[in-house]
């Protein structure tokens, strides 16, 4: 081809600007259509191991990224009521040393704001807001993206990135089934001069419990905390991070737990407690449909109990890159993306959803044989973090 295909972009979140910079860095002509009013992120903490990092140092956001993210030293998996350690994975420089590239506690404002200076750096007139994908028509020369306002914008490739309800997905999909999983998370961030100086290490924790567990880390340079509290619950919630909720109903739903537990909850802006429901969706074995393709969470909606959504979107983009360049045939290459990634992001979905019930042994002896028997200090290692989205051999 004489010149890049012309990408169109629906989503502006972290997998939609990745893949954006991803091309720009490329030469791709790029456009973005962002809903939202304004460019910004929502939510709390973002896992990042060396598999997604090593993209985000690619894209030159290294230096950035270390005035921010926390290097956390292990994962800890502990008892709810009293700490007792059940697993540690060691992190910090041994995680760099044997994956080539750290792994990071990152807020997602962040490293959405990042992104999006990547992709203006590289195209200042690139992401287009207030302008909502409702749906495409594609034929052997274009695809044509359709906004709610009656706007249209003419391109070669079309990524849905437009989240778990994602236009782009019901309309190669159809209907896709979602099932709620019995969880409500909840989710905080507090200043830690509001804690003891000594609360935590420098550690990412699992706190295990019977219906429930918590997860907790810094961020910003260790100035906040990262609260998520999982939990067992009667009926499903608005699918929304954004869903303020009684600070006394998130204190009640850890009575009992362990002290350092109680006093996280009791520094927490009363007016500042998020509840939402998490639902499951099962791995599909197609996303793809001529031009049009889907990109994270609208292609493989991940559940939280593996701290890899985030990454999985980010691989994505660097995969999806990667295709586009070794194929001049737009439809082929979006097939080799495709066929590259099904296989691990659905690993990746199922993985995720079975460590709920890890999590949730309500014997201590049957949860402490259960983490030796999982040994996820062996099992990440040799697939999930290993993994190098800039390098990986692209499926045939």
């Known amino acids: 081809m004489n010149q890049k295909p012309r990408v169109i972009i629906a989503g502006a979140g972290i997998g939609g600007l990745t893949a954006a910079a991803c091309l720009l860095k490329r030469g791709y002509p790029v456009q973005i259509f962002e809903q939202a009013s304004a460019l910004a992120e929502v939510g709390a903490g973002v896992q990042s191991s060396a598999n997604a990092v090593k993209v985000l140092i690619d894209l030159g956001l290294r230096d950035e990224l270390e005035k921010t993210a926390v290097r956390p030293e292990a994962f800890e998996f502990r008892r709810y009521d009293t700490a007792e350690l059940m697993h540690r994975i060691?992190?910090?420089?041994?995680?760099?040393?044997?994956?080539?590239?750290?792994?990071?506690?990152?807020?997602?404002?962040?490293?959405?704001?990042?992104?999006?200076?990547?992709?203006?750096?590289?195209?200042?007139?690139?992401?287009?807001?207030?302008?909502?994908?409702?749906?495409?028509?594609?034929?052997?020369?274009?695809?044509?993206?359709?906004?709610?306002?009656?706007?249209?914008?003419?391109g070669d490739v079309l990524i849905g990135a437009d989240g778990i309800k994602s236009a782009?997905?019901?309309?190669?999909?159809?209907?896709?089934?979602?099932?709620?999983?019995?969880?409500?998370?909840?989710?905080?961030?507090?200043?830690?001069?509001?804690?003891?100086?000594?609360?935590?290490?420098?550690?990412?924790?699992?706190?295990?419990?019977?219906?429930?567990?918590?997860?907790?880390?810094?961020?910003?340079?260790?100035?906040?905390?990262?609260?998520?509290?999982?939990?067992?619950?009667?009926?499903?919630?608005?699918?929304?991070?954004?869903?303020?909720?009684?600070?006394?109903?998130?204190?009640?739903?850890?009575?009992?737990?362990?002290?350092?537990i109680q006093t996280v909850i009791d520094a927490i802006d009363h007016d500042s407690c998020y509840r939402y429901a998490l639902n499951d969706r099962p791995p599909v074995d197609n996303w793809s449909e001529g031009r049009a393709t889907l990109l994270g969470d609208a292609a493989h909606p991940t559940l939280p109990y593996l701290a890899s959504g985030a990454a999985m979107a980010i691989e994505d983009g660097a995969i999806l890159a990667r295709s586009l360049d070794a194929h001049d045939d737009v439809t082929e290459a979006l097939q080799v993306y495709q066929r590259t990634r099904l296989d691990r992001t659905a690993k990746v979905v199922r993985e995720s959803a079975g460590n709920r019930d890890l999590y949730r042994i309500e014997d201590v002896a049957a949860m402490r044989q259960a983490f030796a028997d999982k040994d996820m200090t062996k099992t990440r290692a040799q697939w999930l973090y290993s993994y190098d989205p800039l390098s990986v051999t692209l499926a045939d």
């Not at 880390?217 to 909720?245: D, I």
């Open 168 to 260: 782009i997905r019901t309309q190669i999909l159809g209907p896709t089934p979602a099932s709620y999983t019995g969880d409500v998370a909840w989710r905080a961030v507090i200043p830690t001069h509001r804690l003891p100086a000594d609360i935590m290490d420098t550690v990412s924790t699992v706190w295990c419990g019977p219906k429930r567990h918590v997860v907790m880390y810094y961020l910003r340079a260790r100035t906040l905390l990262n609260f998520a509290g999982l939990v067992e619950h009667p009926f499903a919630e608005v699918e929304s991070w954004t869903q303020k909720r009684p600070w006394e109903d998130m204190k009640a739903d850890f009575a009992g737990w362990h002290p350092t």
């Open 90 to 154: 060691p992190l910090g420089k041994q995680h760099e040393a044997a994956n080539g590239a750290p792994y990071y506690h990152i807020h997602r404002a962040d490293l959405h704001e990042l992104l999006a200076k990547a992709v203006m750096a590289l195209d200042p007139h690139c992401i287009h807001l207030k302008a909502r994908a409702i749906g495409f028509d594609q034929g052997p020369k274009g695809v044509v993206l359709h906004l709610h306002d009656g706007r249209q914008a003419l």
